[in-house]
């Protein structure tokens, strides 16, 4: 977030002078470092597991970053007023940052994600491990249990067999080994 917030006043400044910047900036992150986990914490971010990170938690991420930042913003402008020698606070520093913090908190959670999403699908499909594919069979699980194996972005070694309308089994029958029948 440190980061985040020098950022933001080097891209609305075009440099960072410490001498009239940095009372301000100490301030900004000071907050930034105290309401961020708070607001984080209260909105349940880091009980999720961001391995299986999806909209959802995106949306969660991107709401908890912007109350955050807002609280930061609105205290750090408002305590700049107060303060006696009244050091200078662009008040577009705030929204630049807002804009970084959702870089910096998200990149690394999706990062995660996407890793874990191709490692997935390196095992899925038995390269990178020793093992060969695992047959498959899902009964009973209609379009649901189908649609995985119909998505699944590369070519699948098996068929997908539908049982006769008399049959007890309802849905579809995948088989996903090569020898499937």
């Known amino acids: 977030m440190p980061l985040a917030e020098y950022l933001s006043y080097v891209l609305r400044l075009e440099g960072f002078d410490w001498a009239v910047y940095g009372v301000g900036f100490l301030l900004l992150v000071g907050l930034a ?29 991107a709401g908890s970053v912007t109350v955050a930042v807002l609280l930061t913003g609105a205290i750090s402008l408002a305590a700049v007023q107060l303060l006696p020698t009244r050091p200078p606070l662009p008040r577009s520093i705030p929204l630049i940052f807002l804009l970084l913090a959702l870089v910096a908190t998200a990149g690394p959670r999706f990062a995660v994600r996407l ?17 060969p594919p695992q ?19 590369e070519p699948v070694d098996g068929r997908i067999l539908r049982p006769p309308p008399e049959s007890p089994v309802e849905g579809r029958i995948l088989s996903l ?5």
């Open 135 to 153: 047959p498959v069979l899902v009964v009973g699980a209609g379009d649901a249990g189908a649609m995985p194996v119909l998505r699944h972005p």
């Open 33 to 61: 470092c105290v309401s961020v986990p708070i607001v984080f914490r209260r909105a349940g971010v880091y009980a999720r597991y961001w391995r299986y990170a999806s909209v959802d938690e995106l949306l969660l991420l």
């Open 115 to 131: 890793a874990a999403r191709a490692i997935g699908r390196k095992r899925s499909n038995g390269r990178g491990t020793e093992h």
């Open 177 to 181: 080994s090569k020898g499937a029948s």
